[in-house]
T-cell receptor, first 112, second 116 residues
Framework: LAKTTQPISMDSYEGQEVNITCSHN???????ITWYQQFPSQGPRFIIQ???TKVTNEVASLFIPADRKSSTLSLPRVSLSDTAVYYC?????????????FGDGTTLTVKP | EAQVTQNPRYLITVTGKKLTVTCSQN?????MSWYRQDPGLGLRQIYY???????DKGDVPEGYKVSRKEKRNFPLILESPSPNQTSLYFC???????????????FGPGTRLLVL
């Protein structure tokens, strides 16, 4: 499983766009990048997954450069309810077969 | 409603008294996992299961047992709990898909355990 590195914490204000970057220098060819969101005392929740270039859904966008050694989760116009811990995971179930490493995550605090 | 359930949600016990935390999913998922979460240490995988009767160790398996006799259930067993197993525990399930990618995990609400 590729090791990931994220900033420990980030602050933002309501209405701003937030970008959280994850480094994964040892990403394998068939690995995907997945982001989860976790609120205090709740289980993580899937946000978005991608392999290359850009992926967008109703919640976020995921930008992955050509070398795939990093990725950026972009949250448009954050609100107070986006305050949470965000985790970046790298892997592929057909090789990892259930094994999963979450890392420390990034604590995002959105201020009014 | 598709969900992962855990019981109990809160548990206070004493050192050495065997306990079981149950986990059940209604999504017919093949994969199930147990994690523990401690302040400053993030989520760490304890055990995982790829299907019935197939389990393997995660990153922190010491002091824990699991079993997967039915596809929907994946209980976590602490044969002799110790205070260092005081933690927040999460069960998760995910589906084996024919497409490429990384499985999307669905998490339960968590079980907060205190071992005195």
């Amino acid at each position: 499983l590729a090791k990931t590195t994220q900033p420990i914490s980030m602050d933002s204000y309501e209405g701003q766009e937030v970008n959280i970057t994850c480094s994964h220098n040892n990403i394998a060819t068939n690995d995907y990048i997945t982001w989860y969101q976790q609120f205090p005392s709740q289980g993580p929740r899937f946000i978005i997954q991608g392999y290359k270039t850009k992926v967008t859904n109703e919640v976020a966008s995921l930008f992955i450069p050509a070398d795939r050694k990093s990725s950026t989760l972009s949250l448009p116009r954050v609100s107070l309810s986006d305050t949470a811990v965000y985790y970046c995971l790298v892997g592929a179930y057909n090789t990892n077969a259930g094994k999963s490493t979450f890392g420390d995550g990034t604590t995002l605090t959105v201020k009014p | 409603e598709a969900q992962v359930t855990q019981n109990p949600r809160y548990l206070i016990t004493v050192t050495g008294k065997k306990l079981t935390v149950t986990c059940s999913q209604n999504m017919n998922h093949e994969y199930m996992s147990w994690y523990r979460q401690d302040p400053g240490l993030g989520l760490r995988q304890i055990y995982y299961s790829m299907n019935v009767e197939v389990t393997d160790k995660g990153d922190v398996p010491e002091g824990y047992k699991v079993s997967r006799k039915e596809k929907r259930n994946f209980p976590l067993i602490l044969e002799s709990p110790s205070p260092n197993q005081t933690s927040l525990y999460f069960c998760a399930s995910s589906s084996l898909s024919t497409r490429d990618g990384q499985e999307t995990q669905y998490f339960g609400p968590g079980t907060r355990l205190l071992v005195l």
